[in-house]
């Protein structure tokens, strides 16, 4: 029950500490929002991206904005752009409002940004060693942060 109570306390300090970042204090750098986020999930990296076009006209994520645990390189970096055509799942799933967990080895998961009712972007919690266990709170937490980066947007 502890355990539990904690883990409920780390998210709803993370949401408060992310909202006021995002909403109110200092919009310019996303870096203690992301942090708070990443390490009340315990994950090894977080990233923010937004959908865009290409130069033919098929969607890509850009890295908006990452944040890695100390000690280690993201594996994206700001203004990257990843073609959707290499993650074919996770466009899929994220047109269809749904959360998107990598279907090999668990240690992605992905929640679409909406603005205006449209899809914007996405917000990715990565777990490098695969060793993450998506609970429902966990996921609940990801929905409320992408939802919050929406109203950001």
């Known amino acids: 029950m502890i355990g539990s109570l904690d883990g409920r306390l780390r998210f709803e300090e993370a949401l408060a500490r992310s909202a006021r970042v995002l909403l ?20 090894d990296e977080v990233v923010v991206s937004r959908t865009v076009a290409d130069d033919d006209g098929n969607p890509v994520a850009e890295v908006l904005a990452v944040w890695s645990i100390l000690g280690t390189n ?5 203004g990257e752009r990843v ?25 992605h998961v992905v929640a679409g940004v909406e603005v205006g009712g449209a899809w914007f972007g996405s917000v990715e919690f990565v777990d490098r060693a695969g060793r993450a266990v998506w609970s429902k709170r966990t996921l609940a937490f990801v929905r409320t942060i992408a939802d919050i980066f929406g109203a950001f947007y």
């Open 83 to 107: 073609p959707y055509a290499t993650m074919s799942q996770v466009q899929d799933d994220l047109q269809r409002g749904e959360m998107s967990v990598d279907h090999l080895d668990g240690s």
């Open 24 to 43: 109110g204090e200092s919009s310019a750098d996303l870096t203690p929002a992301l942090e708070a986020i990443g390490s009340a999930a315990k994950v």
């Open 74 to 78: 993201p594996a994206r970096s700001v």
